[in-house]
């Protein structure tokens, strides 16, 4: 029997660099898409999810597609905590590295 790492397993052995690029990747996809944004539109990574145009409702949906596809919980006070994208993609690295 093969044993196959999950996703956020395979990400949190990363070194710390390559790993907040790869959830940086993650989370701007999931956020433009949340706000039906172009693949060649630019997203601040250092500016608020409400100043982006999120809405509570839609930044829900934003933490459950993450949770989805990186195979963990995302608190939602980290998300009002961490209210950008940069500060977010800290958060989870840090917790794919604890996990690690």
């Known amino acids: 029997m093969t044993y196959a790492a999950s996703s956020s397993e395979r990400i949190g052995l990363l070194p710390a660099l ?3 690029e790869v959830l940086e990747t993650l989370a ?3 956020f433009k898409a949340a706000l039906l944004m172009e693949d060649e539109e630019e997203l601040p990574l250092d500016a608020s999810f ?5 809405t509570s409702l839609r930044l829900m949906d934003v933490k459950q597609s993450l949770e989805r596809e990186l195979g963990l919980e995302i608190d939602s006070t980290a998300l009002f905590n961490q209210p950008t994208v940069e500060q977010l993609v800290e958060y989870l690295s840090g917790i794919l590295e604890a996990r690690a």
Do not use: A, K, N, T
């Open 50 to 54: 409400f100043d982006i145009g999120l």
């Open 18 to 20: 390559e790993r907040q």
């Open 28 to 30: 701007v996809r999931h």
